[in-house]
């Protein structure tokens, strides 16, 4: 996509009577944002069912959290009640922080929090290059560096989002099998929250051969933020997706038919049950719609990490799922690759890919 920007078709003959028009310049969301004066955003950036037509809750029931080092316990009950509340997690929100504290020998080892920061600004100074020096960088695993301010589904979106992403394939392909390891640890757990074996979802749906992306958003500073968004309503595809952000909120999560605002919290990371989890359990645990909004102060940077399973996976309902509970499966089996495909252009009106299948057996 990118490289249709580079090398387009061959430049037409000079014409007197019509010059040929000036090359069109791409611009960053963040460039436009910092135009001297800008006081409203161009049309292409307002949304029509904008991020305050619908009600965004005061509740404050806050988001539940997991303590990691409880997560990896060995000391059995507080292990298992953790895995209580994950399971509880999954089945209310869909949503949940990952509270990560290492101590070591009784004192507190920073690192993570250091880390998570070092990624927030590695991924800032690469969003902030200038966009001839990102067009150098994309490629086949490098996806759209210069495509900033894209819809979320270019197939079906006229309005643009208002971001700078890149997104990286980085697993198959750029082997990181494993990592993080929290992301195997939390797959443990969801696996026997819904009362199957540690290792199920491993062991059926292969995520060590998965899919993992990572996408970098940047959302500048919007003079008219009612009017924009920075990432339309959707759930995400896979099994789980892990997000560390900055310590600007923006991002909105459905809970009991309201947008509820995320705040951040410090030393800790979101993470969120993605389609192909709902659809093994049948269900039972949500893949949740999310969105980002945007502010008129600050730059809020996020990293997304999704993980899917393997490409080839075909997921469906577990059938141990379905004679538990005793529901008929809600969703047909579909090849994970194929699933993506589908995916591509079908999110409609705020209505996920996942929405459009459910019950469709
Ligand atoms: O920016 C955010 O907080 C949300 C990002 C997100 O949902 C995504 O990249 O899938
Ligand atoms: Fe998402």
Redesign the pocket.
């Known amino acids: 996509m990118a490289a249709t920007a580079l090398t387009g078709s061959p430049p037409s003959q000079p014409s007197l009577t019509h010059p040929p028009p000036p090359p069109r310049k791409l611009t960053t969301v963040k460039a436009l944002s910092e135009s001297p004066g800008l006081s409203s955003i161009p049309s292409i950036y307002t949304f029509l069912k904008q991020p305050y037509h619908e009600p965004v809750s005061d509740t404050e029931e806050p988001i539940p959290t997991i303590d990691f080092s409880l997560l990896t316990s060995s000391l059995p009950d507080e292990r298992s009640k953790t895995i209580r509340e994950l399971g509880k997690a999954c089945r209310d929100w869909g949503f949940f922080m990952v509270y990560i504290c290492f101590f070591f020998h009784r004192c507190y080892h920073g690192v993570p929090e250091r880390m998570m920061k070092a990624i927030i600004e590695a991924c800032r100074e690469f969003l902030e290059l200038p966009e001839e020096e990102k067009r150098g960088i994309s490629g086949k695993h490098v996806l759209d560096p210069i495509r900033s301010g894209t819809s979320f589904n270019e197939s079906v979106d006229e309005i643009l989002c208002w971001r700078d992403y890149v997104k990286i394939f980085q697993h198959p392909e750029f082997h990181s099998p494993n990592k993080p390891p929290s992301f195997r640890e939390i797959i443990r757990g969801i696996s026997e929250s819904l009362g199957l074996e540690k290792d199920y979802i491993y062991e059926t749906l292969n995520p060590e051969n998965g899919l993992q992306l990572i996408?970098a958003?940047l959302?500048p500073p919007c003079p008219q933020p009612e009017l924009a968004m920075?990432?339309p309503p959707?759930s995400?595809h896979g099994l789980l997706?892990l997000?560390i952000?900055n310590q600007i909120g923006?991002?909105q999560v459905q809970h009991k038919g309201k947008w509820v605002n995320i705040d951040p919290i410090p030393n800790s990371f979101l993470a969120n049950i993605g389609d192909h989890i709902e659809i093994l359990s049948n269900g039972k645990y949500k893949s949740v719609l999310?969105?980002?909004v945007v502010n008129n102060r600050d730059v809020?940077i996020?990293i997304?990490v999704?993980h899917g399973p393997a490409l080839d996976a075909i997921v469906s309902p577990d059938s141990k799922l379905v004679e538990n509970v005793g529901n008929p499966p809600a969703y047909g089996a579909m090849k994970y690759k194929e699933y993506l495909e589908f995916q591509q252009g079908t999110m409609l009106n705020g209505k996920s890919f996942l929405e459009c299948i459910r019950n469709r057996v």
Do not use: E, F, I, K
């Open positions: 996408a958003n959302y920075g990432l959707h995400d997706t997000l952000q923006g991002l999310h969105r980002a809020r996020s997304a999704p």
